[in-house]
């Protein structure tokens, strides 16, 4: 049974720093791709980042190039999320997610039926 766990979200102050940790179990873990996803308020999903299987290839979206950052421990089956220089419009539920297509982040890297295996989610909370 597959189960991936974010955890790391909370308060912080603009221009704070968070840490995002996701730990996925159940699954070999350095097949997939992984991914950061977000929902604010009212808004639909959307996709902030991906990791390829190595760890050596990352892309993100513009909203938070330069200010997160995305790594991966194989040995621990973990994901990370950096998220640094934080502004309430980064306010959002932040998801994990394991891409079963690939284990490359294509330019498709953003399109959320490509994967197989989601979190339940961490809240991010930004306060001006």
């Known amino acids: 049974q597959v189960q991936v766990v974010e955890s790391g979200g909370g308060l912080v102050q603009a221009g704070g720093s968070l840490r995002l940790s996701c730990t996925a179990s159940?699954?070999?873990?350095?097949?997939?791709?992984m991914g950061w996803f977000r929902q604010a308020p009212g808004k639909e999903r959307e996709g902030i980042s991906c990791?390829?299987?190595?760890?050596?290839?990352?892309v993100f979206v513009d909203s938070v190039k330069g200010r997160f950052t995305i790594s991966r421990d194989n040995a621990k089956n973990t994901l990370y999320l950096q998220m640094n220089g934080l502004k309430p419009e980064d306010t959002a539920m932040y998801y994990c997610?394991?891409?079963?297509?690939?284990?490359?982040?294509?330019?498709?890297?953003?399109?959320?039926?490509?994967?197989?295996?989601w979190g339940q989610g961490t809240q991010v909370t930004v306060s001006s």
């Open positions: 997610a394991a891409r079963g297509t690939s284990g490359y982040c294509s330019g498709s890297w953003p399109i959320q039926s490509d994967y197989n295996y």
């Open positions: 159940g699954l070999t873990f350095d097949n997939y791709a």
């Open positions: 990791i390829d299987w190595s760890g050596f290839r990352t």
